[in-house]
């Protein structure tokens, strides 16, 4: 079983389901409002475990009633919680989701107390792989890159530039089409990973494509947690010994489960069905 550090993100996500995304200016009515927790940290974290590995989460929260709810499936399923701080001023990020009729989705996100997670280098020991995504400062990414053993995986969302020291220093980079266009100097990494939604997923090595995957047939219903599952699941099932055109498969394959369900840590996959539907 794989030892994963995830370093990130924990939200309690507010979700409304409307039949259309809003206009600028515009007041919808929504047929739903679900509580979810959420984060893209946390959406790792969970995924990773659902699919095998032995998960220790690093972030904060705040010393609310909404810590409770955002990290309940993370100790209902055996997330090692013991570095999750609890911040005495900033409240437990938040995030505003609208989910339309067609899966598509729009997302705020207020990071309390996601703002200044502790980490220290020695959070990181003995992990096989630490993950760490842009739902944190700079300067977490920063320690995670210059400090974590093993593989060490940036989910480079939501989109901002990265320090190209820190790209050097990364085994695999996560990226939508949107990210990748965005950002500049990715291929410093040792892999770079591109989602395409419904059209799949390339793995890059030095600028070159070497593996492109596409996902089983599915029908959205929410895209909320897509991509930290792929990113999960590409992790787990690199360090896992598979090659990259099937590890590539492997993830785009726990994306099409995930966008099927509703909510994000709801919908992430276990293994079992992962295989099942490969």
């Known amino acids: 079983m794989p030892r994963i550090v995830v370093v990130g993100s924990v939200n309690l996500d507010l979700t409304a389901e409307v039949d259309r995304l809003p206009e600028p200016g515009e007041t919808l009515a929504a047929g739903a409002l679900r509580r979810v927790p959420g984060g893209k940290g946390a959406n790792q974290a969970l995924a990773a475990r659902r699919l095998g590995a032995d998960v220790t989460m690093v972030a904060a929260v705040g010393k609310d009633t909404a810590a409770d709810e955002a990290l309940a499936m993370l100790r209902a399923e055996g997330v090692d919680l013991t570095a999750v701080r609890v911040d005495p001023e900033l409240p ?3 995030a505003l989701i609208t989910v339309d009729a067609e899966g598509e989705t ?12 502790a980490v220290e280098p020695a959070d990181l020991a003995g992990a096989d792989a630490v993950l760490t995504v842009l739902e944190v400062p700079d300067e977490t990414v920063a320690v995670v890159a210059e400090h974590a053993p093993g593989f060490r995986v940036l989910n480079a969302a939501p989109s ?8 050097r220093r990364l085994d695999l980079v996560v990226v939508n089409r949107a990210e990748f266009a965005a950002l500049d100097g990715l291929d410093a990494a040792g892999a770079v990973a591109v989602t395409y939604g419904g059209e799949g997923a390339v793995l890059r090595r030095g600028g070159v494509e070497v593996a492109r995957a596409e996902p089983p047939p599915t029908t959205v219903v929410d895209g909320t947690g897509a991509g930290d599952s792929f990113t999960a699941a590409l992790t787990v099932a690199l360090l896992a010994g598979r090659s990259d055109a099937d590890a590539l498969r492997y993830a785009c394959a726990a994306g099409a489960l995930t966008v099927s369900r509703r909510g994000a840590q709801p919908s992430l996959p276990t293994a079992a069905e992962l295989e099942g539907m490969l």
């Open 106 to 117: 729009t997302i705020i996100v207020a990071a309390g107390a996601n703002a200044r997670p």
């Open 160 to 167: 901002r530039p990265v320090d190209p020291g820190v790209l």
């Open 92 to 94: 437990t990020g938040h």
